[in-house]
C-alpha cells in the first residue's frame, strides 16, 4: 500500500510568532506593490460578490519581494483555509494527492518555487487546475484501470522566482498572472519604521533611511537587518539606536553602502580578478566560487544587474566601469574599457 504525507494544511494564522508580527496580516496592510495589490483586491472581490473561486494565480519576481505574503494574505481576505507545498518536495504525482483530496471548497493551495515541478506532476495538475478532477491509474498493462475522482474547487496560487522555467501549457492555466518588482527606498523604509514599532525599537527617520537603502530593495532583507541591528544594540549599545549604530551594524555583517554583502563583492571581485573583467560565463564563476550556477543567479546577480554593476552579454557576464569603480579597482591592463 502507499503511503502518503500529510500536507500542511493550516488556517493563515498559523505563522511562527515574529514572522507573524512582521509580515501583512492583510493586503491593505502591504507597502509597495500597488498595482499588483489593486488587481488581485478587485479580482478577490469579484469572485466574493459572484460566489464563485477565486481563477488560479501566478506569482513571479526576485525573492523577498511579498509573493509568500501575497499568498497568505489571499485565503485571509477569502476566509478560508491555506494548504502550503514546495515545488520540490512535489517529486510525484502521489506527492500532490494528499493536498487536492484535502483541499476545501474555495480553498487556496500555495505551491512555493512552482518551476521545481517535474513535468509528471504538472501534467498530473492540469485536470485539477482546469476541471477540478484527477485520474488515478490503479494496476499495471492490460488490468489497469482509471479512476476519475472529482476534486472541490480550489484556488492554486503558485510562486517561482524563475517564471521562465515554467512550462507554455502551466502558464496558460493560470486566470491571474502577476509580476513583483523591487521596492523604491521610500517604501522600504516605511516597512522599516513600521516593523520597527512592532519590535518596539526607537527608529528615527535617518536611521530607517539607512536600512532601506542598504536592503537592495527587498522587504524580506530590511526586515532581516533591522532584527540584525536590534541585536546588535541590545549587544552593544544598550539597545540605543542611532544612524551610526545602524552603520557599524552593517559594517560588521560585511553590508556596504550599495547594500552588498561579501558574497555579492566577492561575485564582483572573481570576474574582476580572475577572468580580466570579463565576459565569461555563468558556470565558469560559479565553479572558481565553489559555489552553484543557480544560487548566483537567483540570489546574486538581479541586483547586480539592475544596479548596472555587472551586464550580460551574448558571450557571458561582464562587470561594468560603475562595478569597477566600486571595486575601487582600475580596469585590467590591455582591455578597453567598453561593455561589448
Known sequence: MTSFREPSLQAPEEQPPEDRAL?????????????????????????????????????????????????TCIPRELGTTLQIASGAALAAPKDLLPYLTNAAEGSVLFIDEIHRMPIAVEEFLYP?????????????????????????????????????????????????REHLDYYSPEELAEIVRRSAVKLQMPMDDVSADEIARRSRGTPRLANNRLRWIRDFSTSRAERAIDVGIVRSALEMQGIDELGLDGFDRKYLETIHRVFAGGPVGIEAIA???????????????????????????????????????HLGAAPPSGRQNTLF
Open 287 to 325: 565553479h572558481t566560487m565553489s559555489s552553484a550556477a543557480d544560487t548566483l543567479e537567483d540570489d546574486v546577480e538581479p541586483f547586480l544587474l539592475r544596479c548596472e554593476l555587472v551586464i550580460r552579454t551574448p558571450r557571458g557576464r561582464k562587470i561594468t566601469p560603475k562595478g569597477e569603480d
Open 128 to 176: 485539477a487546475m482546469e476541471d477540478f478532477r484527477i485520474d488515478i491509474t490503479l494496476g499495471d498493462g492490460v488490468a489497469a484501470r482509471t479512476i476519475n475522482m472529482p476534486l472541490r474547487p480550489f484556488t492554486l496560487v503558485g510562486a517561482t522566482t524563475r517564471a521562465g522555467l515554467i512550462s507554455a501549457p502551466m502558464r496558460d492555466r493560470f486566470v491571474i
Open 23 to 71: 509580515r501583512p496580516q492583510r493586503m491593505a496592510e502591504m507597502v509597495g506593490q500597488r498595482a499588483v495589490y489593486e488587481r488581485l483586491e478587485i479580482a478577490i472581490d469579484a469572485a466574493r460578490k459572484r460566489g464563485e473561486t477565486l481563477g488560479h494565480i501566478l506569482l513571479d519576481g526576485p525573492p523577498g519581494l511579498g509573493k509568500t505574503t501575497f499568498a
